[in-house]
């Protein structure tokens, strides 16, 4: 299999060039993943992740971070801070190490990530502005960065912020930044409640389900909706199908995802009654990588 293109991108690297060599072989990868069998796509994989020039790019905390997994999963809390610019754990870096690490944040999956985390916010404040005494929770928490952008959230005058997680670490963060109400929990264990804690008025649900197959995902989002309050709102964010820097992703920083289009989407609710639900809403983030659900129940 050719992958000069990778041989000649790290030379480039090497040479002090980023963007166009990093460009080049974003594409590439792209199109292997389009094109090839699986079989093909996962051997070009393997020969990416093992090439001189990914070792050179884990020299980028993020990219580095997400390949070693020292949490034991991808994009763990301390992953997102990167990417959000958010924490008090950033890397400093300078030269080489700072152009990568700006190059890879700026990607469209990583935008997105930032776009999910100011909608969210917006979404807390809009129910707090709505209730006066509501409730949220955010189920696959980690440090609840979406707090972070909420004037409710900043001036005291949300209720309740629940902060739902596996990871302990995590939600020691969440409740020191942000004063929220840790719950200690996982996905089997929503599903095995039937319900998170609470009853609450707004659940936010940001990258979770993009770790999540049909199997499981569908009865998480029926707890969910059973934790909502009359006329509450559930927000789900997933990544979509074909995404171009899946490869990227994958073959880099072995960080695979669950994809989801907008069927997907509403094949999620396929065990919640339909008289429950007054209106269903999606759409996309304006780089086109990530698909945004909002249910509303009456």
Same mark, same amino acid.
């Given at each position: 299999?050719?992958?000069?293109?990778?041989?000649?991108?790290?030379?480039?690297?090497?040479?002090?060039?980023?963007?166009?060599?990093?460009? +080049?072989? =974003?594409?590439? #990868?792209?199109?292997?993943?389009?094109?090839?069998?699986? &079989?093909?796509?996962?051997?070009? /994989? %393997?020969?990416?992740?093992?090439?001189?020039?990914?070792?050179?790019?884990?020299?980028?905390?993020?990219?580095?971070?997400?390949?070693?997994?020292?949490?034991?999963?991808?994009?763990?809390?301390?992953?997102?801070?990167?990417?959000?610019?958010?924490?008090?754990?950033?890397?400093?870096?300078?030269?080489?190490?700072?152009?990568?690490?700006?190059?890879?944040?700026?990607?469209?999956?990583?935008?997105?990530? +930032?776009? =999910?985390?100011? #909608?969210?916010?917006?979404?807390?404040?809009?129910?707090? &502005?709505?209730?006066?005494?509501? /409730? %949220?929770?955010?189920?696959?928490?980690?440090?609840?960065?979406?707090?972070?952008?909420?004037?409710?959230?900043?001036?005291?005058?949300?209720?309740?912020?629940?902060?739902?997680?596996?990871?302990?670490?995590?939600?020691?963060?969440?409740?020191?930044?942000?004063?929220?109400?840790?719950?200690?929990?996982?996905?089997?264990?929503?599903?095995?409640?039937?319900?998170?804690?609470?009853?609450?008025?707004?659940?936010?649900?940001?990258?979770?389900?993009?770790?999540?197959?049909?199997?499981?995902?569908?009865?998480?989002?029926?707890?969910?909706?059973?934790?909502?309050?009359?006329?509450?709102?559930?927000?789900?964010?997933?990544?979509?199908?074909?995404?171009?820097?899946?490869?990227?992703?994958?073959?880099?920083?072995?960080?695979?995802?669950?994809?989801?289009?907008?069927?997907?989407?509403?094949?999620?609710?396929?065990?919640?009654?339909?008289?429950?639900?007054?209106?269903?809403?999606?759409?996309?983030?304006?780089?086109?990588?990530?698909?945004?659900?909002?249910?509303?129940?009456?």
């Amino acid at each position: 299999m050719d992958i000069s293109i990778l041989d000649k991108a790290f030379t480039e690297l090497i040479a002090g060039q980023v963007v166009d060599p990093l460009d +080049r072989v =974003r594409d590439w #990868l792209r199109d292997q993943r389009r094109f090839l069998t699986p &079989a093909d796509w996962y051997r070009v /994989r %393997v020969l990416t992740s093992s090439h001189a020039l990914s070792e050179l790019l884990r020299q980028d905390p993020l990219i580095g971070r997400s390949f070693r997994k020292p949490r034991g999963y991808p994009g763990d809390a301390v992953t997102m801070d990167m990417i959000y610019g958010i924490g008090s754990d950033l890397p400093s870096l300078e030269g080489f190490s700072a152009e990568l690490f700006t190059y890879g944040c700026d990607i469209p999956p990583f935008r997105a990530v +930032r776009y =999910r985390r100011q #909608l969210f916010s917006s979404a807390v404040d809009a129910v707090s &502005a709505r209730r006066t005494d509501a /409730r %949220v929770a955010s189920v696959g928490a980690g440090h609840a960065r979406e707090a972070h952008g909420s004037t409710a959230v900043r001036s005291g005058t949300l209720k309740s912020y629940f902060a739902v997680d596996q990871d302990l670490d995590s939600l020691h963060v969440a409740e020191k930044d942000y004063g929220v109400i840790p719950v200690h929990s996982s996905v089997r264990g929503i599903c095995e409640q039937g319900s998170i804690a609470e009853q609450v008025d707004l659940i936010l649900a940001g990258g979770l389900y993009d770790y999540l197959t049909e199997r499981t995902a569908i009865p998480l989002t029926r707890c969910l909706i059973d934790s909502l309050a009359p006329g509450g709102v559930l927000h789900i964010a997933n990544i979509v199908r074909g995404f171009g820097d899946a490869a990227l992703l994958e073959a880099v920083m072995d960080w695979p995802l669950v994809h989801r289009d907008e069927q997907d989407m509403r094949a999620l609710l396929s065990e919640v009654a339909t008289d429950r639900i007054d209106t269903i809403t999606l759409h996309r983030d304006p780089d086109d990588v990530m698909t945004f659900m909002e249910v509303h129940l009456r």
